[in-house]
């Protein structure tokens, strides 16, 4: 039986506080995710002034997120049917979450990139849970597309603020400030899986 981010106890029909839940999650995921990308590229001009590095050597903060992102989503699929979309979307929050602050408070270009790169690791398992989750939770065709309109609008929204927001951020705080705006949208997405959890048995579902 498919299964949702937060999963259901019996085999029924997702109730409406989780699909609710579920759209949440995925939708602040995507946000992040988004904002990641687009916020990164405002801060490459003060990121090279800090390290002392040109812009061919700048555009890997933005190429190995954008490569690791591709290269593992695929992967990240077929880990989330095997050990559940729940604990896949956990896992791809702690790691999105983890590197984001490595690349923060990175004091080497090295550290920087190698951020970079696991991050996008990290949302590769983001992307590959949220959007499953939804199909599992939304049966009927209109819910579906009514849902995944929505996660595709919060992904043009988190690229739209990810611009703005770190633009701001920036010129307060530096481009460490801009590189963590997202933060707090990972954790938000974090918080219902967390708490349904408490409420439900997770169900496994393996191919």
């Not at 989780?18 to 990641?36: P, V």
């Not at 791809?92 to 550290?111: C, D, K, N, P, S």
Request: charge should be positive; aromatic fraction near 8%.
């Amino acid at each position: 039986m498919p299964t949702s981010i937060l999963t259901t106890p019996t085999p029924a029909l997702a109730d409406a506080a989780t699909r609710g839940a579920t759209l949440a999650a995925a939708c602040l995921s995507m946000a992040a995710i988004a904002m990641s990308i687009t916020a990164a590229g405002v801060a490459l001009v003060p990121i090279g002034a800090a390290f002392g590095i040109g812009f061919g050597a700048l555009q890997w903060v933005l190429n190995l997120f954008v490569l690791s992102f591709a290269a593992f989503l695929l992967p990240a699929g077929a880990l989330a049917d095997r050990i559940g979309q729940r604990r896949s979307f956990i896992a791809g929050g702690a790691i999105f979450g983890a590197f984001t602050l490595m690349a923060v408070l990175a004091t080497r270009t090295e550290w920087l990139l190698a951020a970079r790169f696991l991050q996008g690791a990290g949302g590769a398992l983001l992307a590959a849970s949220g959007p499953a989750a939804l199909t599992a939770v939304f049966h009927g065709e209109a819910e579906r597309k009514r849902a995944f309109g929505w996660l595709g609008s919060c992904g043009g929204v988190g690229l739209t603020l990810g611009a703005l927001l770190s633009g701001a951020a920036t010129a307060q705080g530096g481009w460490r400030a801009a590189l963590a705006i997202h933060l707090p949208l990972v954790l938000a997405a974090l918080v219902p899986v967390s708490y349904t959890h408490l409420r439900a048995h997770e169900t496994r579902h393996d191919l």
